[in-house]
């Protein structure tokens, strides 16, 4: 284990780069993990970080020291911070002190729609996006299609509103979604409040692509146009339409109602 103590060392630059730009976070190919339960779900599903870097405050911890030492077995650095200059990196309050550099490479190219999908369309806020990535994890859904203007997938808070999610997708990004609808193979359900068939009215047995919207606009017109049906939640009261990560879960999981029917 290292241990860094200026504010002037490349490492920790780079590191507080990572922590405060998304632009940094794109070039690089890399983004922060933060927190003992993110770090552990990479240790078991992805293996070794590029990087594990913890507070020397944290070093106590007793789940801290096993994530350390599986790192130390698999050859990943390790370093040790300040408390002081590892709260300058971190965004979580009153976390537990550990963080894991990993690569957030995208993969080559974006397959056709042939299976269980969700498609994102302009949804900006990182929150909602993670929402969605861990509904549609737990659902079931390996891939995920994001157009551009879609919140950075792998900006800290999209990986901590998702709780690992990204670990078992397919990630996609920058992805026009038009050319993809089209040359679908499989059912496309864009959701609309203004639709006139109802979720709980469709046949979902089978795997099918959801496409939705930016949280005020709603899904494109180009997609509503293109997409097999435009399906509605229904809903009671007097509120216009459903938090679209909220939308997300509720038709992900009447899916999957479906189908364990």
């Not at 299609?145 to 709780?163: D, E, I, N, Q």
């Not at 026009?176 to 609808?181: C, H, K, N, Q």
């Not at 949280?215 to 293109?226: A, I, M, P």
Request: charged share 15%; net charge negative.
């Amino acid at each position: 284990m290292k241990t860094i103590t200026s504010r002037d060392n490349a490492f920790y630059k780079d590191l507080k780069s990572l922590a405060t730009s998304s632009q940094a976070r794109r070039k690089a190919g890399q983004s922060l993990l933060d927190g003992v339960h993110l770090c552990q779900s990479w240790l078991d599903l992805r293996g070794a970080p590029r990087h594990c870097v913890v507070s020397e405050g944290a070093l106590g911890n007793h789940e801290v020291q096993a994530i350390v030492a599986r790192c130390e077995a698999l050859h990943a650095p390790v370093t040790a911070l300040p408390d002081a200059l590892f709260n300058a990196v971190s965004q979580v309050e009153h976390g537990v002190h550990l963080l894991f550099v990993i690569d957030s490479a995208q993969p080559s190219a974006a397959p056709a729609l042939v299976g269980p999908s969700v498609l994102l369309d302009g949804v900006q806020d990182p929150g909602n996006v993670g929402s969605i990535l861990r509904s549609a994890a737990a659902a079931g859904i390996k891939q995920v299609y994001c157009s551009p203007g879609t919140a950075f997938c792998w900006s800290p808070k999209v990986l901590r509103a998702a709780m690992g999610a990204h670990f078992v997708l397919e990630i996609f990004e920058q992805i026009e979604l038009a050319p993809l609808v089209q040359g679908a193979k499989v059912p496309v359900l864009a959701t609309s409040g203004y639709a006139a068939e109802r979720l709980y009215a469709m046949d979902l047995t089978q795997p099918v692509a959801w496409v939705l919207g930016h949280e005020g606009q709603g899904v494109s017109d180009e997609l509503l146009k293109l997409a097999t049906h435009r399906v509605a939640v229904p809903h009671a009261g007097q509120v216009e339409s459903l938090n679209v990560a909220a939308c997300a879960a509720v038709c992900f999981f009447e899916g999957l109602r479906q189908q364990q029917m």
